[in-house]
């Protein structure tokens, strides 16, 4: 199991987070202030993980990929406490790349490895689009 951590930085409402590799985060609730909205952290979280995967499974399949891109949009309840309902991943990809294969990693991940998609999929809708451009 990994730990990570998170610290009030005693100005505003502006957090530092530590990853388990003991990187930092900045985490912030105030507009003006640095750091990513909390909100935004799980959204991001379940790109970062199926956008890894997906790297992963191309190279071993010998994909000549060259650059990955995810949008993220999500809705969420308009009331507190502002539940995630649905999260929309859009890849970019560029490079030689078969779509299918693409499609396949993008499927692997979210149905075996990442474990955002894993937690978050019994109660948020998952849906992805994809794009391949050739380099």
Same mark, same amino acid.
């Given at each position: 199991?990994?730990?990570?951590? @998170? ?7 502006? $957090?530092?987070?530590?990853?388990? *590799?003991?990187?930092?985060? @900045? ?8 750091? +990513? ?5 799980? !959204?991001?979280?379940?790109? /970062?993980?199926?956008? *890894?995967?997906?790297? =992963? ?7 000549? @990929? ?11 309840? !308009?009331?507190?406490?502002?539940? $995630? #309902? #649905?999260?929309?991943? #859009? $890849? ?6 078969? =779509?299918?294969? +693409?499609?396949? /990693?993008? /499927?692997?991940?979210?149905?075996? *490895?990442? /474990?955002?998609?894993?937690?978050? +999929?019994?109660?948020? =809708? ?10």
């Amino acid at each position: 199991m990994a730990d990570v951590t @998170l610290a009030w930085t005693g100005d505003r409402i502006q $957090f530092v987070g530590r990853t388990a *590799y003991g990187e930092p985060v @900045l985490v912030g609730g105030d507009r003006e202030g640095p750091g +990513a909205k909390p909100s935004d952290l799980l !959204p991001l979280s379940l790109a /970062a993980c199926t956008a *890894y995967d997906v790297v =992963e499974v191309l190279r071993k399949q010998r994909q000549d @990929l060259r650059r990955l891109d995810v949008t993220v949009s999500s809705t969420q309840d !308009p009331d507190p406490p502002w539940t $995630f #309902r #649905r999260i929309l991943l #859009r $890849f970019q990809i560029e490079g030689s790349v078969d =779509e299918g294969k +693409a499609r396949k /990693a993008i /499927a692997l991940s979210e149905s075996k *490895y990442c /474990a955002v998609a894993a937690t978050i +999929a019994p109660t948020v =809708e998952i849906q992805t689009e994809v794009e391949v451009t050739p380099a």
